[in-house]
């Protein structure tokens, strides 16, 4: 692990100064992704600026009837929180099919997103990857592809994003409150909070240097019957190689967000205009354009099968509500 200062930030503004001030800094919360990058010198910042002490650990109601989820709010207890349970269930599904209950414990909001790929060629810097280092290829294109993604892929990268409450996240159209370097404020859509990878895969999502989250926004309940279904290698620490959010709405329509397939949680409004037709339909219009390998092409029969199961459970869920 290389050498870096700490420091504990005690204000928001204290926070974001030092984020400017000293190049190559980074905010640490949970630390249960990036120490493991710093280990392997994946990540090597010439700072942490310890954000815990910053008071971001609230679940407050919104004037809108939503929920305001602060950054460092643990993963385990935003999936305990009873509104939560209530109002949004596919987000407290997803976070209870993610990780382990001590990494839940120590996990954070923000961090949950802000997770990098688990990609084993991004994590073994004898490889080339386009994420650790700009230009040097990717070794995944042409290697062993069972868990890389098969939509939103580029030349230069096939990774996929990790995080299970992301997909929920994105399902619910969640906002990330931030704080820029220079204090001020802006809110990014959860729809644009990711990028696709491109020709920079190594920009991951659309936060400025330097930029802190402080929140993530729910809006006011979508009410209707939610489900989440995840198909993994094993029950439990495993990351998706699919993973089904959905949400069957009051009036008949219906949402749903895909992980382990894409880059970024994987959410194509066009689809769920085929709600009616079934999951057939609506699988097809989500994976259009798939690009797969002999390794992962099981990914796209078994978005299929995965929504149609998912469907399926909220379709009883919703009889048993009636």
Not at 28 to 49: H, W
Not at 86 to 94: G, H, P
Not at 225 to 249: E, M, P
Request: proline content about 5%; glycine content about 8%; overall charge positive.
């Amino acid at each position: 692990m290389k050498a870096f200062t700490y420091q504990r930030a005690s204000s928001t503004a204290e926070a974001a100064a030092a984020a400017a001030r000293i190049p190559n800094a980074r905010f640490i919360a949970g630390g249960t992704n990036l120490l493991d990058l710093m280990k392997l010198e994946i990540e090597t910042p010439a700072a942490l600026i310890d954000v815990n002490g910053l008071g971001f650990d609230k679940i407050e109601p919104t004037q809108d009837g939503g929920l305001r989820v602060g950054a460092l709010v643990r993963n385990t207890d935003l999936a305990a929180d009873e509104r939560v349970r209530k109002d949004y269930a596919v987000l407290s599904r997803a976070l209870l099919a993610g990780a382990s209950t001590q990494l839940r414990n120590k996990a954070t909001t923000a961090g949950n997103l802000l997770q990098r790929t688990r990609c084993p060629y991004f994590y073994n810097t004898n490889q080339p990857c386009n994420k650790r280092k700009p230009g040097s290829g990717c070794a995944a294109i042409g290697g062993y592809t069972r868990h890389h993604a098969v939509v939103g892929t580029s030349e230069a990268c096939i990774a996929t994003h990790p995080s299970d409450m992301a997909i929920a996240m994105r399902l619910l159209d969640a906002e990330v409150e931030t704080v820029r370097s220079n204090g001020t404020m802006r809110t990014i859509p959860i729809a644009d909070f990711h990028r696709l990878p491109g020709n920079t895969p190594h920009i991951e999502t659309s936060l400025e240097p330097g930029e802190l989250i402080v929140s993530v926004k729910l809006p006011k309940p979508l009410g209707g019957v939610h489900a989440y279904r995840k198909i993994r290698d094993r029950s439990s620490y495993a990351f998706a190689l699919v993973s089904v959010a959905t949400v069957i709405l009051p009036d008949g329509t219906g949402r749903v967000a895909i992980g382990g397939v894409a880059h970024k949680p994987w959410r194509v409004e066009a689809a769920e205009q085929q709600w009616a037709q079934g999951a057939r339909a609506v699988a097809d219009r989500l994976m259009l354009g798939a690009r797969t390998t002999e390794d992962n092409a099981f990914k796209v029969p078994l978005v299929h099968r995965t929504l149609a199961a998912a469907m399926a459970d909220a379709n009883v869920a919703d009889a048993k509500k009636g």
